[in-house]
């Protein structure tokens, strides 16, 4: 078994394959990485990803980001990336929360406007006698 770290796999346990790039810098900026012990391929990737934040998956590399009502995902790992918050009420989504119709607006499940409206709903199905618990 080779020494070292075991590889590096994505949110699907595949290994992320990794190559070697040169980059051209300023002298004075390689001294102060030195000086500091940055690590150049670390300093590379956090700064890449932090940049192109909602155009990469941080977990798989893949490029096919999708920016939906909720907030940003990624369509190969499912994994997400960031959630928005509810227009109207700023509850930040969930992976499980549901952008609803609150008053012709986009809510979310969570808006008071909505759990009323939820509530009412109740109410009068109780009327009509039909069972909901
Ligand atoms: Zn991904
Ligand atoms: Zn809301």
């Given at each position: 078994m080779?020494?070292?770290?075991p590889?590096?796999?994505d ?15 300023p002298?004075?900026?390689r001294?102060?990485?030195r000086?500091?012990n ?6 590379l990737?956090t ?22 009502l909720?907030?940003?995902?990624c ?23 549901k ?17 009323a ?17």
């Open positions: 080779p020494a070292g770290r590889p590096e796999v949110s699907n346990g595949k290994a992320i394959e990794k190559c070697l790039v040169n980059a051209t810098i002298t004075k900026l001294d102060f990485l000086q500091h940055i690590n150049r391929s670390e300093l990737r700064a890449a990803l932090k940049l192109m934040e909602f155009k990469i998956c941080p977990s798989c590399y893949s490029h096919d980001i999708k920016d939906n909720k907030g940003h995902s369509n190969n790992c499912d994994k997400w990336l960031k959630f928005k918050r509810c227009d109207l009420c700023e509850a930040a989504h969930t992976p499980t929360s952008p609803t119709s609150v008053d012709g607006k986009v809510g979310c499940d969570l808006c008071p406007e909505y759990l409206q939820v509530e009412e709903n109740k109410k009068i199905n109780v009327v009509f006698g039909d069972v909901q618990r």
